[in-house]
């Protein structure tokens, strides 16, 4: 109980909460067109990370969809490892350079505490009557 309470916690003060951005983005808020601008990327920006995290954090929340949960929790680790050295490349101070990463540790807790339902299942062991490798005894074998 107390991991699904803790997966819980982190996708939505994680993964969830990029729905604010993502509308900030697509809004393309003074916030978000200025600190593009501060950053040296272009206004279009905006709607290519407005799009990518409210689907992203549509996905990580809605039932089923494994592989694409894989996809967006992907794609919040790059978009957050491109903020923080974004911010650390013009010169940002610590904290701008810190606060993604924090949103960072919440998106890799939640991808690590995910139920079982919530990921791709395993993949499958070799059949036992396949062989390991082609041999002509095995070939001979099979079509007995």
Do not use: Q
Request: hydrophobic share 50%.
């Amino acid at each position: 109980m107390a991991k699904k309470f803790a997966y819980w916690v982190t996708t939505i003060l994680g993964p969830a909460s990029f729905v604010i951005g993502g509308v900030l983005s697509l809004s393309r808020s003074a916030e978000v067109t200025d600190g593009l601008h501060h950053l040296g990327y272009p206004a279009y920006f905006a709607l290519m990370l407005g799009i990518g995290k409210l689907a992203g954090a549509v996905v990580t929340v809605a039932p089923g969809l494994p592989r694409l949960k894989e996809w967006a929790y992907a794609g919040f680790l790059i978009e957050l490892t491109s903020a923080a050295v974004s911010h650390a490349a013009v010169g940002d101070g610590t904290a701008d350079i810190i606060a993604p990463l924090g949103f960072l540790a919440l998106v890799l807790a939640s991808w690590a505490l995910r139920p079982a339902n919530r990921k791709l299942p395993s993949p499958a062991a070799p059949r036992a009557t396949e062989p390991a490798e082609w041999t002509p005894e095995a070939t001979a074998t099979a079509c007995a």
